[in-house]
């Protein structure tokens, strides 16, 4: 359900809530796709190369559903025995391209195995299979060192299927294409950050510019942090009436209470208003809904180098814990992904592509206006190209415009 809040005298917006009201409208199929299989050998490859091993793998179990091979995130029989065409099996995604089988050349006596375990923000634990791991013959680091080592590999991959979860989550409860897209080492190093503050209980204060991604981030925060059920209420400041911010506020909170709360640009909020947000997060914080979770406080600047009043900065410092979102420019490995994305959304399937010289000019681009400036060239560009295969030479001029 999405509704819509309005003001008494303007009629603005001021909040968009969204509710998830039963266990089916979530996300509990990851598609073990080409995207997650890349993504994966990926970390396997790199965890293998740093610690030296012979071999490297993660077993997931998968079921069948709607004719692709998933991950079930859930570990209801119910839920499994509705999801599943055909038996579960093991799917092995191996840091080696080998024709034969990954395992065939391991040896037990040097090999190692750590659970691979995904747990929501409320349920029990779901075990989705193993990591597994082979050091080389004379290898000089110790036992202890490598199990703490390989679990952290391990975790790496548990943040890589909450990212897809919540990317699939995006399309099936909110209704829309926003979620993150991509690979790149800004983007994993985001979501371990993202999930040390969801399990936090101060509000998180979200920086970027405009573009960056700051709702994929909040919806994030929301999804690593709060129940199923438990909603999510958006609001943008910019659309509240002057003087108006307690009222606001406390409609806002009953309808957020154990969920989160998502004020989007928080500058926009005069000097008296930003003291009634102090006073309504001093009461809310110290509230609790059905015994457990309080709500979840999420804000946002409407640009990275926004000034603020000394109060309102000191404030956020003391308060809040930031979150600052990486710019396309510092996420250039995914600008082929997002641009492929954008092609496809736009209605050209895969005989539409770019030369490699086009490719390394679109990747080594300023991008100053992030995902957004790219979305609008690549809009640009399949409307105007010649041939199904643009050339360097086509592209330049476009990016001289943006």
């Given amino acids: 359900m999405i509704g819509l809040f309005k003001a008494s005298n303007t009629h603005k917006p001021v909040a968009r809530a969204i509710h998830k009201f ?27 190369e740093r610690l030296n091993l012979a071999h490297l793998a993660v ?14 995130l859930v570990s209801d029989e119910r839920d499994l025995q509705v999801a599943a065409i055909g038996q579960a099996e093991e799917f092995i995604i191996s840091a080696q391209d080998s024709i034969g089988a990954p395992f065939a050349n391991f040896k037990a006596d040097a090999a190692y195995s750590l659970p691979i375990d995904f747990k929501p923000p409320q349920g029990s634990v779901q075990r989705l299979g193993y990591l597994v791991a082979q050091s080389r013959p004379g290898s ?53 950050r993202m999930d040390l503050l969801a399990k936090g209980n101060l509000p998180v204060l979200v920086r970027a510019d405009k573009g960056a991604g700051k709702v994929i981030a909040a919806r994030s925060l929301h999804c690593l942090g709060r129940p ?16 108006n911010a307690a009222s606001i506020l406390q409609s806002l909170h009953s309808f957020a209470n154990g969920g989160t709360l998502f004020l989007r ?7 008296n208003d930003f003291q009634h947000l102090y006073e309504f997060w001093r009461r809310a914080s110290q509230a609790e809904f059905d015994g457990s979770y309080s709500l979840k406080l999420i804000v946002s600047l409407s640009r990275v180098d926004c000034i603020l009043g ?13 979150l600052t979102l990486p710019g396309l420019n510092e996420r250039r490995e995914d600008i082929r992904d997002l641009a492929q994305f954008f092609i496809r959304e736009f209605g050209f399937g895969d005989s539409f592509d770019l030369t490699e010289g086009a ?36 592209l330049a001029p476009l990016l001289e415009q943006h």
């Fill in 140 to 192: 000089s680091i110790k036992r202890e060192q490598l199990i703490k080592d390989l679990a952290l590999v391990a975790d790496e991959i548990v943040r890589t299927i909450g990212r897809y979860q919540t990317r699939y989550r995006a399309i099936h409860v909110y209704g829309d294409q926003s979620y993150w897209i991509g690979n790149s080492k800004a983007l994993r190093q985001l979501d371990q």
């Fill in 228 to 243: 199923e059920l438990a909603p999510f209420i958006e609001s943008d400041c910019t659309e509240w009436e002057q003087g």
């Fill in 310 to 322: 000394s109060a309102q900065q000191q404030w956020l410092v003391q308060h809040t814990q930031e």
């Fill in 59 to 72: 077993t997931l179990r998968c079921v069948t559903h709607q004719g692709y091979r998933h991950l079930l």
């Fill in 265 to 271: 640009n928080l500058d926009a909020l005069t000097v």
């Fill in 359 to 394: 490719w390394c000019l679109l990747e080594n681009a300023p991008w100053a206006g992030n995902v957004e400036q790219l979305k609008q060239l690549i809009k640009k560009l399949v409307l105007i190209a010649d041939a199904d295969l643009v050339s360097a030479n086509e």
């Fill in 22 to 48: 039963n266990q089916s409208s979530t996300a509990k199929w990851v598609p073990v796709n080409k995207s997650f299989i890349t993504l994966a050998k990926i970390i396997l490859r790199a965890a293998s």
